[in-house]
Nanobody, 114 residues
């Protein structure tokens, strides 16, 4: 599976942005998919995940209610609403199984600044 994340950019607080993660490889649908981010000076964190073994989507508390993750056979998407300065980070998509993330897209930078 190959992943390519894109859609980042410079936005203002309160704006919305949609990230995409294009997937190639016919087995993509069999994997869990996650969105991660790494802010400057901080550890990488999992912020949203769609797991094949579970219903629903996991969201980290800081993005719950603002970010919406979706996926289809072509890839995964992260709709980010109500962006805050603290959402500034490099965002990554990944595919794997049970918290073993085997495949990673390159990061896409999201900068939220007034």
């Amino acid at each position: 599976v190959q992943l390519q994340a894109y859609g980042g950019g410079l936005v203002h607080p309160g704006d919305s942005l949609r990230l995409s993660c294009a997937a190639s490889g016919r087995n993509f649908r069999n994997y869990d998919v996650g969105w991660f981010r790494q802010a400057p000076g901080k550890d990488q964190e999992l912020i949203a995940a769609n797991r094949r073994s579970a219903s629903g989507t996991y969201y980290e508390d800081s993005v719950k209610g603002r970010f919406i993750m979706s996926r289809d056979n072509a890839g995964a998407y992260l709709r980010m609403n109500g962006l805050k300065v603290e959402d500034t980070a490099v965002y990554y998509c990944a595919a794997g199984d049970r918290n073993n993330w085997y495949y990673w897209g390159q990061g896409t930078l999201v900068t939220v600044s007034s």
